[in-house]
């Protein structure tokens, strides 16, 4: 009886499926994620240098912290970002931009993870 259960092949695909399956899904989703991950980073980057670069050269178009922070959610390809993320300020190296954003990580079968994005960027004042 113990050898012919032993033989017995009937199911192992399913076995094995049950076994690698989470593990691929967790694969698939965490490739997707990354790359939306890179994507918000690489936006958000994006707009605080094309913020700071108006708040130095273009004083029409970006003349007060309000407007220049309006212009870094224009310019944050395509992402949902609230105005108060950007920061302004004057430094020794000309008008600094910088945003600090929270990305939550969520891939299915793990608890989601929150990842701060930190993005920095001076052009000088002429």
Aim: net charge neutral.
């Amino acid at each position: 009886m113990i050898r012919r259960l032993a033989r017995n092949a009937e199911g192992t695909t399913a076995v094995e499926f049950a076994l690698t399956a989470p593990l691929f899904i967790i694969m698939v989703f965490s490739i997707g994620q990354f790359g939306l991950f890179l994507w918000t980073r690489l936006g958000l980057q994006h707009a605080v240098d094309l913020s700071a670069r108006c708040a130095s050269l273009l004083h029409t178009t970006c003349p007060d912290t309000g407007s220049i922070q309006a212009y870094a959610v224009e310019q944050a390809y395509g992402l949902k970002i609230d105005p108060s993320v950007f920061s302004v300020n004057k430094d020794a190296c000309g008008q600094n931009v910088t945003a600090s954003y929270t990305y939550t990580i969520a891939i299915p079968l793990l608890p989601s993870v929150p990842v701060t994005i930190a993005a920095t960027s001076c052009f000088p004042t002429y």
